[in-house]
């Protein structure tokens, strides 16, 4: 049942649809394979970042200001796979694909949100390796785990705002007609345009939240790493240039893999608009899955404290269960 609002001084009868129905693929075969396989992407995702995070809490040496980043990256990774994916799975695999109007809302926030704090961690990460490169005397003066801590509540105290605002403009829309999102969750753009009133503020929106969340970070970035290729550029010794790009590497990865497949799916909707639905869920759930995957396997490959720190945490419990059975041995006896 839908709720219908009449408003008698304009003559307008105001839909709000009690669930929406979640389209998913069109004419697919066997499209259950494809969301088993998201299955298996979002149990590497929890295992990889819980791992991550394990290795930052447990390794004093990573106690550092950007470390703090890159736990709460792992922590934002994990916290958006789990809003979008077990959902999609109940959705999809049994087949539960009407939700609720406020549960879509919700759904749909938290997916969003999640999404842009690690657009936005992305970001802190490049500006932590800006101070370091370009003024590393000052780097830990600036660059403190409190002055971390305070950029990443600012982080969350922004996007919750801006997200809220976004998701709350939907309120106003009615939708007297179809309630079949075309995608595979409640997608912020498949939905207003379902709306039988005006919907301009929405698309306004919608148009903001690239530009400001997406753009404007990645630019940010680029600008970061041009100034620290500007001071690499002047360093006369080969080895310290190399030590410096290397602590960028893993960074620079993280970055690609993030807002390359958003970018193209973002351009590709805008000037073209024979993409099928089926074509852009599997573009958008790909975006949307893979790098919150592969981030912590990045880190944790291509960041030698990282490894460093598994190393020595590894001989650390070794040596520990050594004396335990030393211990045991000497009861016994």
């Keep these: 049942m839908s709720s219908v ?14 669930t929406f129905f979640i389209n998913g693929f069109v004419n697919v075969p066997h499209a259950k394979y494809y969301y088993v396989f998201l299955s298996l ?6 295992l990889g970042n819980s791992f991550i995070m394990c290795i930052i809490y447990l390794a004093r040496r990573l106690h550092t200001a950007k470390y703090v980043a890159v736990f709460h990256l792992a ?11 077990p959902k999609l799975l109940d959705m999809f695999l049994f087949e539960h694909q009407y939700i609720s109007y406020e ?19 992305l970001l802190s990460l490049a500006y ?14 600036i660059i403190t ?50 709306s ?23 630019v940010l970035i680029i600008i970061s790493y041009f100034c620290i290729g500007l001071v690499l550029f002047k360093i006369v010794h080969n080895v310290d240039r190399t030590k410096a790009m290397k602590t960028c590497t893993s960074h620079l990865l993280l970055v690609a893999i993030f807002y390359i497949p958003v970018l193209s799916n973002n351009i590709a909707a805008a000037l073209t608009s024979s993409v099928t639905t089926n074509v852009g869920i599997i573009n958008i ?15 944790t490959l291509k960041t030698e404290e990282v490894m460093q720190s598994i190393k020595d945490l590894y001989k650390r419990r070794k040596v520990n269960v050594t004396k335990e059975e030393n211990i045991k041995y000497r009861r016994k006896n």
């Design 5 to 18: 609002h009449s408003n008698s001084s304009g003559n307008v009868t105001f839909v709000r649809p009690a």
């Design 285 to 299: 759930s790909l975006t949307q899955t893979m790098p919150p995957m592969l981030n912590p396997i990045i880190y």
């Design 103 to 121: 549960d879509c809302l919700t759904n749909m926030f938290f997916v969003f949100h999640f999404m842009n704090l690690q657009s936005l961690t």
């Design 128 to 141: 932590d390796r800006l101070i370091a490169i370009c003024f590393p005397l000052k780097y830990h003066s």
């Design 196 to 218: 039988c009133n005006d919907n301009s503020l929405n698309v306004m929106m919608g148009r903001m939240c690239f530009g400001l969340l997406i753009c404007l970070p990645l």
């Design 75 to 85: 922590f934002s990774d994990m916290c958006g796979s789990s809003a979008l994916i």
């Design 145 to 194: 785990k409190r002055a971390m801590c305070l950029i990443m509540a600012v982080m969350w105290i922004f996007s919750g705002t801006f997200f809220a605002v976004l998701v709350g403009l939907l309120t106003r829309l009615s939708f007297c007609g179809s309630t079949v999102v075309n995608s595979f969750f409640c997608d912020h753009r498949p939905i207003y345009r379902l």
């Design 41 to 46: 992407v979002y149990a590497v995702t929890v």
